[in-house]
């Protein structure tokens, strides 16, 4: 059953299905985590473009790697499209349109399926660098649950 069907095909109050997908507990990890990033967005940002081409070089073309500036752009980008993100898993119902688009949006990039994996390692990567011994077991998994929650989504959105 896909993530979408989970979430809408069940006649069970949305606010319930809710906290089956994503615990409270994870949300409000992930959502305490992040704002200890925030005040180093463009570091992290830096940190999870280094992290991802290290993964995988292949993935170099599909960013504006060889401009700095344009690099910056992107990073801010990025930590903005993760921050609202974050902020919307309290309202998962309209999050998931959004990423649906965005995971739409990203074919047009040449995304593809396996990316996401790729680009989910480097985010880990990017919070454990980030946050040092705050990134404890418990926030590495609910970031990994709803990490792989919303490439789900944007994965079944886009192919």
Known sequence: MSFLSKLFGKKKDVAVEEKEIIPAKTVELVQTSFEAVKPIAATAAEIFYTKLFELDPNLKPLFPAADEDKMKEQGNKLMTMLSAAVAGLSNIEALIPVLQDLGKRHVAYRVEKS???????????????????????EIKQAWTDVYGLMASVMIEAAY
């Open 115 to 137: 990316h996401y994996d790729t680009v989910g390692a480097a985010l880990l990567g990017t919070l454990e660098a980030g946050l040092g011994d705050d990134f404890t077991p």
